[in-house]
């Protein structure tokens, strides 16, 4: 029994632990040390993953890999940016152009009366509008040029985020309580930062 479990969960510490917890013999103790490490060795030779990273590998997560398993660890409430650019729905274009010039970010998010994120505003999109406030005064408001805005809850790992941001093709994600208020957001660039971060430090120790 416990060099089945040594071997389909590469972890025969654990499964030594549990035989003598269920025998509270010291008598089987080298017999069943030599089964889990024996099983161990093998199951690793046959196959690299265990029944638990199997399951993480098919998602595309290399538990070796440190940075992966940070984007893994770290929340989006734990990297995103607090307080970002944003204007209601209803602010006319003179008012989305000043939130653009205080802020070094591309894109300016859109909410409702109650704070609930709605969509974005590119600077792409401001842009395009700008020819048509000569005409139209003050009547191009944020709603006029909003787009969808990729968005996640504030527990969301990193790592959903960085797929969320490649899926929607943009660099800023806003993260949003369990109303939909907006509460920070997340770009592509902090996730390098933070990957960068792992990446060096896992060279550090000499982990590659």
Request: aromatic share 4%; proline share 3%.
């Amino acid at each position: 029994m416990a060099g089945l479990l040594a071997g389909t969960s590469h972890a025969p510490v654990t499964a030594v632990l549990l035989a003598f917890e269920l025998t509270q013999s010291y008598d089987v103790m080298l017999p069943v040390l030599l089964a889990t490490s024996f099983a161990t060795l093998v199951a690793r030779g046959l196959y690299r993953d265990s029944i638990y990273t199997e399951k993480l590998r098919a998602r595309g997560i290399d538990i070796d890999r440190r940075e992966d398993l940070a984007l893994r660890q770290v929340s989006a409430g734990e990297a995103m940016y607090d307080n970002p650019p944003a204007v209601r729905r209803d602010a006319p274009l003179d008012v989305v152009l000043a939130r653009f010039l205080d802020s070094d970010l591309g894109t300016v998010f859109v909410t409702d009366e109650k704070g609930r994120l709605v969509g974005q505003v590119s600077i792409h999109d401001v842009k395009a509008a700008l020819g048509q406030e000569a005409a139209l005064g003050s009547i191009v408001v944020a709603g006029d040029v909003t787009e969808s805005a990729a968005r996640a809850f504030a527990d969301t790992p990193v790592a959903d985020c960085l797929d969320r941001l490649t899926r929607a093709g943009c660099d800023l994600l806003g993260v949003v309580d369990a109303e939909g208020r907006l509460v920070g957001a997340l770009s592509l660039r902090a996730i390098m930062d933070l990957l960068a971060q792992e990446a060096l430090r896992g060279e550090w120790v000499g982990v590659s």
